[in-house]
C-alpha cells in the first residue's frame, strides 16, 4: 500500500499544475493511494482571497471539493482519489474553520501551524535581533499552538511539526525539550497523526520533517505516523516515499496510516 497524503495544486497561488497532474503522476510513481489537499481560504477575514499566494479564494473552495470527487469517480478501480485538505490553525478562528470545513465531506483534513506570533515560520527575518531566551519563547509558543491544534479535534494529521526550522536550520538546536514531550505526548492520547513531510529539502533546512529525534520520541508516545510530499510540484510526488519508509523501520515503526471517511486505516511500512 503506498499513498502520498499531502498535494497541492494551482488553486492556493504558489503551487504548479491541476489536480489531474498530481493523480497522474501519483499513478506514475505507483501509487495505490493520492491524497489531495489543497490550503484552505483564510476564513480569518471578510476578504474574498485576503492572500491570493498562500491560500485559495473561498468561492473556490467548493468548486475545488466538485472537482476532487469528480475526479475520485473518474480514477476508481486504478488509483483512491481521497479528498482532503490543509487547514491553518488559528485559535482565535478555530470554531469558523470547524464549522466550515465540516460542510464538506473531506476524508482528512491536515493541521498547521504557520504563523506564529503574526509572523510566518518560514521568514528568516523573524530570528533577527532575537536572544536566546526569544528565540526559545518562539519556539516553545509554536510547540504550545501544536498542542493547542492536536486537542482542539479538528484534525487527523498534523503537518510539518517542525517546520519552523524550514529556512533557520538553526531551530533545531534551540531548547525546548519539554514543550515537544509535551506536546507529543498530546498527539499521543489523541491519537491523531503527525506526517513525515519531505518537502524540508526545497528549505534551506535540508532533509525532511520532523527531525529523526523527534520521530523517535514519537515513538516513544505512541505517535501514528502518515506520508506526505507536500508536493507543489507534479513531479515532486511521493518524493522519497521509499527512504522515509526505510528509516522510520530503523527507528522502530512498522505501521504507518492513511485516512479514508475520516476512518484511520493502518497499514505496514513497505
Partial sequence: MKFDLHTHHFRCGHADGTIRD???AGIAAGLTVIGISDHTPYFGSESEQAFPRIAMAKSELARYVEEVLALQKE????????????????????ELYRRTLSAYPFDYIIG????V????????????N????GKIASKAEYYRLITASARSGMFQILGHIDAMKGNY?????IPATAEIDECLRVIGECGIAIEINTSGGTKLCGGWYPSDDILERALHYGVEVTFGSDAHL????ADQREAVAARLKEIGFT???????TEQISVPIQ
Fill in 22 to 24: 498530481y493523480i497522474e
Fill in 75 to 94: 480514477y476508481a478501480g486504478t488509483i483512491d482519489v481521497l479528498l482532503g485538505i490543509e487547514s491553518d490553525y488559528f485559535p482565535e478562528y478555530a
Fill in 112 to 115: 498547521s501551524v504557520h504563523n
Fill in 117 to 128: 506570533g503574526g509572523v510566518s515560520i518560514f521568514n528568516k527575518s523573524r530570528w533577527k
Fill in 130 to 133: 532575537l536572544d536566546l531566551q
Fill in 169 to 173: 536550520p538553526q531551530f533545531a538546536d
Fill in 234 to 237: 507534479p513531479s515532486r510526488v
Fill in 255 to 261: 505501521r504507518w496510516v492513511y485516512f479514508k471517511q
